[in-house]
């Protein structure tokens, strides 16, 4: 690297592209895979385990995330919410990814189009799930 | 390293013949997960209630206790693929080589607690 030229041209990067929907789905799929990955496999499996131990494990589970009256906390809301958006956010852009994969969705319109989908379709069915659990 | 003919150095290095084993085996899992985490969601939806009883007595079901295993390898496989390629993007050097080890430590303890506690349930008789 002796003949380094700080002049040089560099390979484009983030800074010079201007933000679209493609770009926001690529980072939250890996920040809903890593989410889940961390938070939502302890919290699986500290259920999966607490009903494994008995009654008394499964109600310090269900007391960290209720109030006394059997209804959601703030943190429940937040962990339920928060899981479930990014569970369907995460399945619907690997839905996404399947297509690329095979080679389609790449014209511009389709895949700005593709990306803003998932989008919706991960709110609507985050919705979707918390209006039957509350109608129940 | 440094010795032998050419073709013998780089044998049995990089990527040579399993290449795409990696992300064929996380888009095989991504299709498994597909289909059991609709089925995980479904199936909590569809409870009849979230007490002690009502979910012990669910858990215990061979209908239950079946795909919840296989939801935990087949997610657990597929995010610890995906973590990996995290740790990849972001870690360098020594670091890379600490949270690999980490992340398999936590993805195998993790996963041998959630494999357990599922066959206790289903293998016991009525609620504790």
Redesign the interface.
């Known amino acids: 690297m002796a003949s380094r030229n700080p002049a040089r041209p560099l390979s484009p990067h983030l800074q010079v592209y201007k933000w679209g929907p493609h770009m926001l789905v690529s980072i939250l799929h890996r920040v809903t895979g890593s989410g889940m990955a961390t938070v939502g496999s302890l919290l699986l499996v500290w259920w999966l385990a607490a009903i494994a131990s008995g009654d008394q494990a499964y109600a310090t589970f269900v007391d960290v995330f209720t109030t006394d009256t059997g209804g959601l906390n703030i943190l429940g809301y937040i962990v339920a919410v928060g899981l479930t958006l990014s569970l369907f956010q995460h399945m619907m852009t690997g839905i996404r990814h399947m297509v690329l994969d095979i080679g389609a969705g790449y014209e511009l319109k389709r895949n700005k189009m593709g990306a803003l989908a998932t989008m919706v379709a991960s709110v609507a069915l985050t919705i979707v799930f918390w209006l039957y659990m509350g109608i129940k | 390293m440094g010795s032998g003919t050419a073709i013998g150095r780089v044998r049995g290095l990089g990527s040579a013949k399993h290449g795409a084993h990696h992300w064929w085996q996380q ?1 095989l899992t ?1 299709g498994s ?2 289909f059991l ?1 609709l089925w995980l ?1 479904i199936s909590v ?1 569809r409870m009849p209630g ?1 007490d ?2 009502a ?2 007595l669910w ?1 215990q079901s061979a209908w239950v206790a079946v795909p ?1 295993a296989l939801l935990i390898l087949s ?2 496989y597929h ?1 610890r693929l ?2 990996q390629v ?1 740790i990849e993007d972001y870690q360098h050097g020594e670091s890379r080589v600490v949270t690999m080890i980490l992340l398999n430590l936590f993805t195998f303890t ?1 996963g041998g ?2 494999l ?3 066959l ?2 289903a293998f016991s008789g009525a ?2």
Request: no cysteine; glycine share 4%; aromatic share 16%.
């Open positions: 888009r991504s997960n597909l985490m969601m939806a979230y002690y009883a979910v012990h858990l919840m997610v657990f995010f995906g973590l995290v993790l607690i959630a357990f506690a599922i206790k349930v609620p504790a």
